[in-house]
């Protein structure tokens, strides 16, 4: 896989662990009769940032999840917000391909209807930049195991005197 359809895969990957929904071209989404779901829609299809051709690229993605139920919706797009601006386990899925998310928009809404109901659909924006263009990955060799280490505690020593530190997350 190169570049955009990259940046996709990675993105479908993430929505199945952290959301368990479909995604979705916004554009080819159409009424889906089993909500929630995720769309994306290119925003900016790719801007080179250097003069080569193999340098990096800067893309950006509208990222839209709806749902029939609007607390839902709002939840699951706060929670993909979170995880593509701040979760180190998540962001790692695309660094692992010279992917870094960044400039991650606040959250917008805007209801649509589908089938009679009222559909909630929460959206941001969120850019991309691309590092080592037009390297092939095949998707057996991507890692999408979730590692998010936390430290619970630290323990040091001077080894000169002697003296230790102690503390822990309960220790604010």
Known sequence: MK???????????????????????????GLRDKYPFVTYSWIDAGSNTTMDDMGEMEVALQIDVQATDQYQALEMITDLH???????GYRRYFKQAHI?????????AKPSYGYGDVISDYWFECSFS???????????????????????????????????????????
């Open 130 to 172: 691309l590092y080592d263009l037009g390297t092939i990955y095949k998707p057996e060799d991507l890692n999408f195991v979730f590692n998010e280490s936390i430290i619970e505690s630290i323990k040091a020593m001077n080894t000169m005197n002697g003296t230790s530190i102690k503390t822990s997350k309960e220790d604010k």
């Open 100 to 108: 870094i998310p960044h400039s991650v928009s606040g959250t917008n």
């Open 3 to 29: 570049d955009h359809y990259l940046v996709i895969y990675i993105l479908i990957q993430v929505v199945n662990q952290l959301l368990h929904c479909n995604v979705y071209p916004q554009f080819n989404a």
């Open 82 to 88: 979170k995880a593509l601006k701040c979760s180190y």
